[in-house]
């Protein structure tokens, strides 16, 4: 008999690139976090495509783990960069070059694995952000505690599950849904919620804010809101000079109709500060509205949008702009 199998009808194949496949057997990863790196390999090598836009919740429905547990998958890959992310929270992912992969030196294999336990099947809701800590000590008796706490180890702090509130955070950055964001942009126009989001992240990685992310992030949107409306110093910078330019390099695009709104001419100003390069006049300006011109969409406030100088100017689609290729 035969053991080879006859693969001419399986609907398709999978594109690997080989250093992958063999440096993926080499790696020593969690089962989930293999999960990962195998769903983004198929996901950009696969379709011969770069970096692209991979949410928590795009791996959680093909791998079947917690989208809070992938996304502390997706977290540890980029630490041990395996993977790399393009801008912040919600920039495209890719697979780094092996050579770049964070390899442990020699066997470091366990008498359990990371995987399945008891190859058991467990549904996505039975599984938690901490569904993957460390078990108990087998040396120490297990104490009664509140079901809530089940998941944390004796002695450490009682896991905190954001229950259905649209938040998570794992430490670096805040995984935020896109109806969230639709709704906060709403809420706090004209503030540029996700450039928002990406700053409280910097500010909560080094200061462990509360469990309440949600709330968290609502407070520091609506001091945003209130900077907003109060303006910023407008002194040494163009705006009305770059607003024209606008125009004149993109007629197809929505014009500004109120060229004295606060919050666009604040985010004109914040772009002219980031950089240096950004304030040669026409030498930047010019080529990046060029590149702008030729958008048909650009992703604004949780959902694609036809480009228009606000969402132009936010931080995120400002960025992307300016580092493509002309």
């Not at 809420?187 to 949600?214: F, G, L």
């Amino acid at each position: 008999m035969s053991n080879v199998t006859q693969l001419s009808n399986t609907g398709g194949f999978t594109r690997m690139d080989n250093r992958i496949m063999d440096a993926l057997m080499a790696i020593d990863l969690p089962a989930r976090e293999l999960k990962v790196a195998l769903f983004v390999a198929k996901a950009t090598i696969n379709f011969q495509s770069g970096p692209t836009r991979i949410t928590a919740a795009a791996v959680s429905k093909a791998t079947n783990i917690h989208p809070d547990v992938a996304s502390k998958a997706i977290s540890r890959l980029l630490k041990r960069r395996v993977i790399f992310r393009e801008g912040g929270a919600r920039g495209d992912i890719g697979l780094c070059d092996p050579k770049e992969w964070v390899f442990v030196e020699g066997p470091n294999q366990t008498n359990r694995a990371d995987s399945d336990q008891s190859n058991k099947v467990v549904s996505i809701a039975s599984q938690t952000k901490t569904d993957d800590s460390l078990l108990y000590s087998k040396k120490d008796p297990l104490v009664t505690v509140p079901s809530e706490q089940i998941t944390a180890p004796q002695g450490g702090e009682p896991a905190q599950v954001e229950k259905d509130s649209g938040v998570s955070f794992n430490g670096e950055d805040f995984q935020v849904s896109s109806d969230l964001i639709t709704k906060w942009a709403k809420a706090y126009a004209p503030v540029d919620v996700e450039t928002e989001i990406v700053r409280a992240a910097a500010w909560a990685s080094a200061n462990r804010p509360k469990k309440d992310y949600r709330r968290f992030l609502v407070n520091w949107l609506a001091k945003a809101h209130v900077k907003v409306a109060n303006g910023v110093s407008e002194a040494g910078v163009p705006v009305d000079q770059i607003i024209d330019l606008y125009h004149r390099v993109c007629p197809n695009l929505a014009a500004v109709t109120v060229k004295t709104d606060k919050a666009l001419r604040s985010m004109i100003v914040e772009r002219w500060n980031e950089s240096e390069a950004h304030q040669s006049g026409k030498g930047f300006w010019l080529p990046f509205f060029e590149k702008a011109n030729n958008r048909s969409q650009v992703f604004y406030r949780g959902q694609n949008v036809v480009p228009r100088l606000e969402a132009l100017v936010s931080r995120a689609v400002f960025r992307e702009i300016s580092e493509a290729q002309q």
